[in-house]
T-cell receptor, first 111, second 116 residues
Framework: GNSVTQMEGPVTLSEEAFLTINCTYTATGYPSLFWYVQYPGEGLQLLLKATKADDKGSNKGFEATYRKETTSFHLEKGSVQVSDSAVYFCALRGRDDKIIFGKGTRLHILP | GAGVSQTPSNKVTEKGKYVELRCDPISGHTALYWYRQSLGQGPEFLIYFQGTGAADDSGLPNDRFFAVRPEGSVSTLKIQRTERGDSAVYLC??????????????FGPGTRLTVL
């Protein structure tokens, strides 16, 4: 079945550091890929998405590129801020329309 | 406009009791989803509705769990004979329609259920 694997956290970085959170997936067909973010005390929010191979999703300085050849969708940001501290979930949506989430990666940004 | 709302935000109950969790989707959204998020895990799909009907309930863990959406708007997730293992955050999401990979699900804040 479909599955998502993302790097375990917590990830701790200093402000303005470069961020990468790895995500790989297993799916039949051509799923859509997502990154969701959960800020402290808030609900899950869609951060970015990509619906086909080589698409790049971007939002709030974050980017992720749909790599079919490596079945990956790594999240990157060039310069993180304290306000980016949150839990990040990689997810896919397959032909059955269900969203399959990874376990989440907690990110701490130190000032 | 208003987002997805869920009530209560917290529910503490005793083992064996019955609970109901409510979800109010975004107005006009025809698709509604329930997920369960256990501590340290990502959300897991339970069931989704297209209108009033359950389009897929394959994620419900057993027959103690049931969900309804009688008028195609508000949905209630019902758990009978609760067990300690049911303790989790229950998330609801809605989307405009089941429109394929370009459709976006909007999540509510969740209900934290604790079974003592």
């Amino acid at each position: 079945g479909n599955s998502v694997t993302q790097m375990e956290g917590p990830v701790t970085l200093s402000e303005e550091a470069f961020l990468t959170i790895n995500c790989t997936y297993t799916a039949t067909g051509y799923p859509s890929l997502f990154w969701y973010v959960q800020y402290p005390g808030e609900g899950l929010q869609l951060l970015l998405k990509a619906t086909k191979a080589d698409d790049k999703g971007s939002n709030k300085g974050f980017e992720a590129t749909y790599r079919k050849e490596t079945t990956s969708f790594h999240l990157e940001k060039g310069s993180v801020q304290v306000s980016d501290s949150a839990v990040y979930f990689c997810a896919l949506r397959g032909r059955d329309d269900k969203i399959i989430f990874g376990k989440g990666t907690r990110l701490h940004i130190l000032p | 406009g208003a987002g997805v709302s869920q009530t209560p935000s917290n529910k503490v109950t005793e083992k064996g009791k019955y609970v109901e969790l409510r979800c109010d989707p975004i107005s006009g959204h025809t698709a509604l989803y329930w997920y369960r998020q256990s501590l340290g895990q990502g959300p897991e799909f339970l069931i989704y509705f297209q209108g009033t009907g359950a389009a897929d309930d394959s994620g419900l863990p057993n027959d103690r769990f049931f969900a309804v959406r009688p008028e195609g708007s508000v949905s209630t997730l019902k758990i009978q004979r609760t067990e300690r293992g049911d303790s989790a955050v229950y998330l609801c999401a809605s989307s405009l329609m089941l429109a394929g990979p370009w459709d976006t699900q909007y999540f509510g804040p969740g209900t934290r259920l604790t079974v003592l």
